[in-house]
T-cell receptor, first 115, second 115 residues
Framework: GDSVTQMEGPVTLSEEAFLTINCTYT??????LFWYVQYPGEGLQLLLK?????DKGSNKGFEATYRKETTSFHLEKGSVQVSDSAVYFC??????????????FGRGTSLIVHP | EAGVTQFPSHSVIEKGQTVTLRCDPI?????LYWYRRVMGKEIKFLLH????????ESGMPNNRFLAERTGGTYSTLKVQPAELEDSGVYFC?????????????FGPGTRLLVL
């Protein structure tokens, strides 16, 4: 079945440091890939997505590129801020019979950014 | 436009009691999903409604869980009787469509603790 593997957290960085959160996946077909973010006390929000190979999703300074050859979708940001402290979830989805999809999530990676 | 709302935000109950969680999706979203995250683990799918019909309930753990969406608007998830392993955060999400690249909009979650 489908699965998503994220790097273990927490990831602790100083403000303005470079961020990488690794995400690899296993899928039976050709999935869409997502990064969701959950800020403290809030629900998950879509951060970015990519629906085909070599697409790059980007938002709020974060980027991730859909790498089919390495089945990866690593999240990067050049300079993190304290306000980026949150839990980040990598997810995939692919069409199932009947046309519905149910996303598969990773375990989440907690990011803590210190001033 | 209001986002997905969930009630209550927190619930602490004793084993054997009943708890009912409520989700109000974004107006006009036919698709409503329930998920659960046990501490530190993946976000797991529970079920999917299209309007008032259950499209997929393959993720429901057992018959102690009952979900309804009367009238195709808000949804409730009842746990009766609650067990210790039911503790976790229950998320609701909604979407307009249901294709692989569709964005799901999540609520803030209900944190359930069963003692």
């Amino acid at each position: 079945g489908d699965s998503v593997t994220q790097m273990e957290g927490p990831v602790t960085l100083s403000e303005e440091a470079f961020l990488t959160i690794n995400c690899t996946y296993t899928a039976t077909g050709y999935p869409s890939l997502f990064w969701y973010v959950q800020y403290p006390g809030e629900g998950l929000q879509l951060l970015l997505k990519a629906t085909k190979a070599d697409d790059k999703g980007s938002n709020k300074g974060f980027e991730a590129t859909y790498r089919k050859e390495t089945t990866s979708f690593h999240l990067e940001k050049g300079s993190v801020q304290v306000s980026d402290s949150a839990v980040y979830f990598c997810a995939l989805s692919e069409g199932l019979s009947g046309g519905s999809y149910i996303p598969t999530f990773g375990r989440g990676t907690s990011l803590i950014v210190h001033p | 436009e209001a986002g997905v709302t969930q009630f209550p935000s927190h619930s602490v109950i004793e084993k054997g009691q009943t708890v009912t969680l409520r989700c109000d999706p974004i107006s006009g979203h036919d698709n409503l999903y329930w998920y659960r995250r046990v501490m530190g683990k993946e976000i797991k799918f529970l079920l999917h409604f299209v309007k008032e019909s259950k499209q997929d309930e393959s993720g429901m753990p057992n018959n102690r869980f009952l979900a309804e969406r009367t009238g195709g608007t808000y949804s409730t998830l009842k746990v009766q009787p609650a067990e210790l392993e039911d503790s976790g955060v229950y998320f609701c999400a909604s979407s307009q469509g249901r294709w692989a690249g569709e964005t799901q909009y999540f609520g803030p979650g209900t944190r359930l603790l069963v003692l």
